[in-house]
């Protein structure tokens, strides 16, 4: 069953239209990638879809209500990572990970889980005194530590260094392992193909490819050939592909990955 539902949202900012009437449903349990050039659209629709932003018209659902209406429902259900996390600047990590907690009912251990994503020691650190990757694995651990049925996650990876990206997919999967349902905006095909059973590619509002990762990525791959003769660049399938046709069923659970 869809646990979100987005019907054909437009969202302009003045006379730049972000969002151009996008379909979409995610399964309860699903991780869906959202990729696309910058400036497409994709940090306005996950704005949407965390109620954020309301759109002129269309409709979002999220487990049934309107995340820019009912907010009290929206904020228990949902755990949001953006690129600008927006918090207060004299807070410690374990301050902000004990405050974030507490607005959800069975929240998981924030110091472990800031431990996981390498903050151990920064616990008594500052936000502001935060290098930038240790800022972003601090708005991760934010959005997850409520153990929400939700989580929207913008960029996640960006800039971090090979080891702190690793850390910040396990716990990811661990997410997803709880039951998390989970959307995430990249640039990296190989966090798609990691964690994503399916991707939605944005481009100027509009969805031009819904499939699994290998799926979209060999369309590009395809592109590329025909405009460039050459030996593809095409990966395995990934043990975890779903068909886009599976998509109103819950995805099969799957064990953390080494
Ligand atoms: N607050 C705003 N005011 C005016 N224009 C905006 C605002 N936010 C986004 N835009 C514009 O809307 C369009 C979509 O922006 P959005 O941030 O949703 O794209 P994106 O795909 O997430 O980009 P990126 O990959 O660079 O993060 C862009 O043209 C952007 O300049």
């Known amino acids: 069953m869809a646990i979100i539902e987005v019907l054909g949202p437009r969202k302009s900012y003045g006379t730049t239209v972000a969002v151009d009437g996008i379909d979409l449903d995610v399964a309860e349990g699903e991780i869906l990638g959202v990729l696309g050039p910058n400036g497409s659209g994709k940090t306005t629709t996950v704005e949407c879809i965390a109620g954020l932003r309301r759109p002129d018209a269309g409709t979002v659902r999220v487990a049934g209500v309107d995340p820019a209406v009912d ?11 953006l690129q600008q996390a927006g918090l207060q600047p004299k807070l410690t990590v374990r301050e902000a990970v004990a405050l974030y907690a507490s607005f959800f ?51 996640l990876s960006t800039g971090l260094d090979p080891r702190s990206r690793r850390a910040v997919w396990e716990v990811i999967e661990q997410a997803r392992d709880d039951g998390a349902t989970i959307v995430l905006v990249t640039h990296n095909t190989e966090e798609a193909r990691r964690l994503c059973d399916r991707v939605a590619v944005i ?12 799926g979209v990525i060999s369309r590009t791959g395809e592109r590329r050939r025909s405009v460039a003769p050459g030996p593809a660049r095409v990966g395995r399938m990934p043990r975890c592909a779903r068909s886009p046709h599976d998509a109103r069923r819950p995805p099969p659970r799957r064990a953390s990955r080494p």
């Open 105 to 155: 009912d069975r929240p998981l251990d924030g110091v472990a889980l800031a431990e996981r994503l390498g903050l151990a020691p920064k616990l008594g650190a500052r936000y502001a005194d935060l290098s930038g990757g240790q800022q972003q694995r601090l708005a991760v651990a934010l959005a997850l530590v409520g153990r929400p049925r939700i989580a929207l996650l913008d960029e």
């Open 71 to 81: 907010r009290e429902r929206i904020t228990r259900l949902v755990g949001v990572q």
């Open 203 to 214: 481009d100027r509002g509009r969805i031009t490819a819904l499939d699994t990762p290998e």
